[in-house]
């Protein structure tokens, strides 16, 4: 079955409404990439998800420990459908892109991580991403015991010497290893950070349609978060979509007035100095206004 724009949004926007343990982490991330693969059913798709549960099943079932979890995870997603990190075309959208992933069977830290989850938590197991700058990260736990692994390559399990030295590849040097690096990623979180990828992207090449469809996507899953609706209202101003972004950013001065707790004095005045200024299309930089950790690939 092809979902319909409609439904596809429906959906999205459901999530954005129910619990934190009740979002479906791959079928969510499927929901998205089939917006940008439009005719395109999710038949194939869910069936692959349905086939890495049952590889799970032969490979891990007696798995106890993290090491052991972790092993089944990398025989099957690596071993056995050779899923890896795309190093050569690292910045190539398809790589956010779930169903394109699944086809070429690459892609970024966040998308591939999204499928180890879902593999691991077929099983019943505890598995959650890791909130690691610029490149996502696992954590899978055994009965008594808890690996980080790193499903860009290959599912390796790191230790902190590890980690030591990929946040110094990754900040050239200028950062070292932080206990908020180990923090737990939840579900939402990460769908946000999968869309922030393509968001940035986008960005960095003036692609502006796709990083709005992107920051509205984000809107939909995570609508208890103000800066989405901030940023994509700015950045429709800058594009001259002028009503639609006065209408983002009015919403968001009602959200603080009616939410004392995410009333931020710097988003308000960037708000009011905007609206003030949209009679003589005075733009702000929009690229300083738009942020979003995206990864990167080493």
């Known amino acids: 079955m092809i979902p319909t724009l409609d439904k596809q949004i429906e959906f999205l926007r459901n999530v954005g409404n129910i619990p934190e343990d009740e979002i479906e982490l791959a079928e969510t991330a499927l929901m998205l990439a089939s917006l940008d693969r439009p005719g395109v059913s999710l038949q194939k798709y869910r069936h692959h998800l ?24 990398s025989q099957v997603m690596w071993g056995r459908h050779e899923y890896k990190g795309d190093d050569e075309f690292y910045d190539d959208l398809q790589n956010a892109n779930l169903m394109s992933v699944i086809d070429r069977r690459r892609g970024l830290p966040i998308s591939l991580g999204i499928l180890y989850i879902h593999a691991a938590h077929s099983q019943g197991w505890n598995a959650e991403g890791v909130n690691f700058p610029a490149h996502f990260l696992i954590r899978i736990y055994g009965e008594n015991d808890q690996v980080i692994i790193d499903p860009f390559h290959k599912g390796k399990i790191l230790d902190a010497k590890d980690l030591r030295e990929l946040v110094d590849t990754i900040s050239g040097g200028s950062q070292q290893l932080e206990h908020w690096h180990h923090a737990r990623l939840g579900k939402r979180a990460i769908l946000v950070r999968l869309l922030n990828n393509i968001k940035i992207r986008c960005l960095n090449v003036s692609d502006f349609d796709l990083a709005m469809n992107a920051l509205k996507r984000i809107a939909y899953i995570d609508p208890g978060k103000i800066i989405h609706k901030y940023e994509l209202g700015m950045l429709q101003i800058h594009t001259r979509s002028v009503e639609e972004g006065k209408k983002n950013l009015l919403d968001c001065l009602d959200f603080m007035d009616e939410n004392m707790d995410s009333n931020d004095e710097e988003m308000r005045k960037q708000i009011l100095r905007t609206l003030k200024e949209m009679r003589a299309y005075n733009k702000p930089n929009v690229f300083e206004l738009i942020k979003g950790d995206i990864d990167k690939g080493e």
């Open 50 to 73: 349905e086939i890495l549960k049952l590889d799970m099943e032969n490979e891990g079932h007696a798995a106890k420990t993290a090491e052991e979890r972790a092993a089944a995870l």
